[in-house]
Nanobody
Framework: QVHLIESGGGLVQAGGSLRLSCAVS????????KAWFRQAPGKEREFVAA????????YYADSVRGRFTISRDNAKNTVYLQMNSLKPEDTAVYYC????????????????WGQGTQVTVSS
């Protein structure tokens, strides 16, 4: 079975940093696009960041570009989201996702999802 397990969430002061991790098992990690999405209460799930199948291209939502960085470690089957200069509006449950298709990787049409990790940014 495919499992994606997020970790690293917590309470952070505005302006601070946090690194989320997503450990993936049950698939050939390097052959999948990976992404992070987030969802705040009462809002739709939104795209945050993605890294291509090859790892050569990254994509970011306008709201996080320049502050967040997505990366992966194929040897550890883990994808990361480094979050800097955090703002209260970044507060949400963050989900990692994976899919084999290289098409539409910034859309929520992913094959596998983690359970999510809560990130709370205080003002």
């Amino acid at each position: 079975q495919v499992h994606l397990i997020e970790s690293g969430g917590g309470l952070v002061q505005a302006g601070g940093s946090l690194r989320l991790s997503c450990a993936v098992s049950g698939l050939t990690f390097s052959n999948y696009a990976k992404a992070w999405f987030r969802q705040a209460p009462g809002k739709e799930r939104e795209f945050v960041a993605a890294i291509s199948w090859s790892g050569g291209n990254t994509y970011y939502a306008d709201s996080v570009r320049g502050r967040f960085t997505i990366s992966r470690d194929n040897a550890k089957n883990t994808v990361y989201l480094q979050m800097n200069s955090l703002k209260p509006e970044d507060t949400a449950v963050y989900y990692c996702a994976a899919k084999r298709s290289r098409v539409g990787i910034t859309t929520p049409l992913y094959d596998y999802w983690g359970q999510g990790t809560q990130v709370t940014v205080s003002s």
